[in-house]
Structures are given as structure tokens and as C-alpha cells.
């Protein structure tokens, strides 16, 4: 298992026109300046679904009132547990100019290119369209 420590918590958030929440990276090591779901860090003693639900507030300012978790992808090093929530509400708006080069809406079927390419394959294989 690995250390709560190293657990992340990404969140796919959809709204009613079936596209996904993406920020652009900027100011990273990984995956700069690609498009990414929103999440972080989990803190230690902190269950993951609760991770993200923060992360999606700090990151966004929206708040989620329910999410489902959908796989979680262990490695050697890191583990991270994807959830994805189409009950939220607020208005996204960039709450971390620092890290977040901006905030966009994407169809769940027609990812852009510079999306980080675990997310497509997530979206391919556990996100069920509806």
C-alpha cells in the first residue's frame, strides 16, 4: 500500500451538456502547460473523497454535493483515486492564477489534444456518458 502521503484525488467534473472541467497547467514539473482534471494532493488522514471535494472548491470555488468514485491507479510510488460528480454548483473560476492557466469546458467525446493523455484513456474506459 502505498503512503497517505502520496495518494491523490482527481475529480471529473461534468456539467448538463455532457463536457468536462479541464485547467491548463502552468508552473509544474508534470505535464506543464497540458490540460488537466481538477485535483491534488490528499493530506494525511484525510479519505480521499473528501480531497476532492476540497480541491475541486480551492481550485474552482465550486462546491460538490455528491461524487462517485470511479477507479483508483496504483503505482510503485503513487496512487491516485478518480472521482467524477455531476451534482455541483457554483460558478468555476480560477482560484489558482499561479498554477492554472485558466479554466475550460470540454466535450467528454472529444477531448482536446493537449489533455494529459491518462485522462482520455480514464474516459475511455470508466466514464459512462449519459
Same mark, same amino acid.
Given at each position: 500500500?502505498?503512503?497517505?502521503?502520496?495518494?491523490?484525488?482527481?475529480?471529473?467534473?461534468? /456539467?448538463?451538456?455532457?463536457?468536462?472541467?479541464?485547467?491548463?497547467?502552468?508552473?509544474?514539473?508534470?505535464?506543464? /502547460?497540458?490540460?488537466?482534471?481538477?485535483?491534488? /494532493? #490528499?493530506?494525511?488522514?484525510?479519505?480521499?473523497?473528501?480531497?476532492?471535494?476540497?480541491? #475541486?472548491?480551492?481550485?474552482?470555488?465550486?462546491?460538490?454535493?455528491?461524487?462517485?468514485?470511479?477507479?483508483?491507479?496504483?503505482?510503485?510510488?503513487?496512487?491516485?483515486?478518480?472521482?467524477?460528480?455531476?451534482?455541483?454548483?457554483?460558478?468555476?473560476?480560477?482560484?489558482?492564477?499561479?498554477?492554472?492557466?485558466?479554466?475550460?469546458?470540454?466535450?467528454?467525446? /472529444?477531448?482536446?489534444?493537449?489533455?494529459?493523455?491518462?485522462?482520455?484513456?480514464?474516459?475511455?474506459?470508466?466514464?459512462?456518458?449519459?
Amino acid at each position: 500500500m502505498v503512503p497517505e502521503s502520496k495518494l491523490g484525488a482527481i475529480v471529473f467534473v461534468i /456539467n448538463t451538456s455532457n463536457q468536462v472541467l479541464l485547467n491548463l497547467r502552468i508552473n509544474t514539473w508534470y505535464e506543464p /502547460n497540458k490540460l488537466a482534471l481538477i485535483g491534488g /494532493n #490528499v493530506d494525511i488522514g484525510e479519505p480521499p473523497e473528501e480531497t476532492a471535494k476540497r480541491e #475541486v472548491f480551492e481550485e474552482t470555488g465550486i462546491t460538490i454535493k455528491t461524487i462517485r468514485h470511479l477507479v483508483t491507479i496504483p503505482s510503485d510510488t503513487y496512487e491516485v483515486h478518480y472521482f467524477i460528480t455531476r451534482d455541483w454548483h457554483g460558478e468555476p473560476t480560477n482560484k489558482e492564477p499561479h498554477r492554472c492557466g485558466g479554466l475550460s469546458w470540454h466535450d467528454l467525446n /472529444n477531448l482536446p489534444e493537449d489533455t494529459i493523455d491518462e485522462i482520455k484513456e480514464i474516459v475511455k474506459t470508466h466514464v459512462t456518458f449519459r
